[in-house]
């Protein structure tokens, strides 16, 4: 789970959805890969203790959510990297696994490298994904929703949702079979959001009525798949769009940027959504 911007939940909803959210995972051990500007206060440091103390960890997602592909200098991004580093050093969950903000790893090789070599000197995994998604979309459209219309029915959202992240899921999962020859243990990426507080126990509770088993983190990050280092550039994506892209067998499915609002727009406006 990405983010922890806790300051876009609305406020009369916000005490109630953090709750949800960790109710939501119950004993399942999550990643949660802060940004450092978003929990560099008392609020934020509250919830890194609550998840902490409910046998979660917490990751590196930068101090300030600056993707690589925009103007950051690579400098600039490790410097962005250490702040965060000392921030959330302190916390006890605190595990030094690394998450690139939008999954953007660098737009040519010799940034990719440096970064990866930055991030192995100082210790640090790549905490991949292998399902992407735009939950971040359905999100902020849900937000603007209540913004125009505070009585909307956000169960509306509910169905949606579902549908979107289950059509990732089987997009990757096959993906990985045609590519590796094998499923993974896979990592979803969704955020730290208002509608993950309503939706994440139906999305979990849909993927478990479906054979999947929900695994910790951690455990899913101990597949071999999160060692590989594709030779692709741009760098990033999905791990599993970019090891199907370095093989060059797979453009007909494969879009650039894997994920984006681009792609499910035109499906919420039909639903008026």
Not at 1 to 28: C, F, S, Y
Not at 74 to 103: H, S, T
Not at 107 to 130: I, K, Q, S
Request: glycine content about 6%; proline content about 5%.
């Amino acid at each position: 789970m990405d983010d922890v911007r806790w300051q876009i939940i609305p406020g009369r909803r916000r005490p109630e959805a953090e709750q949800r959210l960790l109710q939501h995972l119950g004993n399942t051990r999550a990643f949660l890969f802060a940004i450092g500007q978003c929990v560099d206060n008392a609020h934020g440091a509250a919830i890194l203790r609550q998840w902490s103390a409910a046998g979660h960890w917490i990751g590196n997602h930068t101090f300030s959510h600056q993707p690589l592909s925009g103007k950051i200098s690579p400098d600039e991004f490790e410097q962005d990297i250490l702040r965060n580093d000392e921030l959330l050093r302190p916390y006890a969950a605190f595990r030094k696994w690394f998450r690139f903000p939008a999954l953007k790893e660098g737009r040519t090789r010799e940034v990719r490298d440096r970064l990866r070599a930055f991030l192995a000197g100082h210790g640090y995994r790549n905490g991949a994904v292998t399902i992407d998604a735009s939950d971040w979309y359905y999100n902020q459209r849900l937000l603007d929703r209540l913004t125009s219309d505070p009585s909307f029915p956000v169960e509306r959202y509910r169905q949606p949702y579902l549908d979107h992240i289950w059509n990732r899921a089987q997009f990757y999962d096959q993906l990985s079979r045609d590519v590796l020859g094998r499923g993974v243990s896979h990592t979803l990426l969704i955020h730290y959001n208002l509608l993950n507080s309503l939706f994440l126990g139906d999305l979990l509770a849909m993927f478990r009525s479906r054979g999947w088993e929900i695994i910790a983190a951690d455990e899913a990050f101990q597949d071999p798949v999160f060692e590989r280092q594709p030779d692709t550039a741009p760098a990033g994506e999905s791990l599993l769009w970019a090891l199907a892209k370095e093989t060059g067998k797979f453009e007909s499915r494969l879009r650039y940027p894997g994920e984006d609002d681009v792609y499910e727009k035109p499906l919420l406006d039909r639903l008026g959504l």
